[in-house]
């Protein structure tokens, strides 16, 4: 799983799903707003369904159905390794997880942040032990 530490980590996309629609799926969609040539269809998730910024917030099956081989995900939640593993099981390898640049968002947000980011880097080392051990 390649890990986004900046956003010019993540592979720029005119077929962009962010996998999270809380706040870190808010915040990655405000970031690759600002991303020349990258262009978001939609959020995915596990929990959720309706719209956030204007676009629609997908099933994982839902997601499924519409996808396009050139569609990039992007993982934008603490819960990230689970979210590596449900794509990997469906044949999804075109994903990075940026939750890194979530947290260090957050972080400039005030204490919340230094928690968020305790939590990220708890999930990136899990996910890379995981992925050792493979």
């Known amino acids: ?67 396009t081989e050139n569609a990039q995900v992007v993982i934008a939640s603490m819960f990230g390794h689970e979210m590596a593993a449900q794509l990997r099981r469906n044949g999804i390898m075109s994903f990075c997880n940026a939750y890194p640049i979530v947290a260090q968002e957050v972080e400039r947000g005030g204490k919340r942040g230094r928690l968020v980011t305790a939590a990220a880097i708890v999930a990136v080392i899990v996910g890379a032990a995981v992925l050792l051990l493979r």
Do not use: C, H, W
């Open 1 to 67: 799983m390649k890990i986004a530490k900046k956003m010019a980590d993540i592979p720029v996309s005119d077929e962009i799903y962010i996998f999270g629609a809380g706040r870190g799926g808010q915040i990655m969609f405000d970031q690759l707003k600002a991303t020349p040539g990258a262009k978001v269809l939609g959020f995915i998730d596990n929990n959720k369904q309706g719209t956030l910024k204007g676009l629609p917030i997908l099933s994982f099956q839902d997601f499924l159905a519409v996808r």
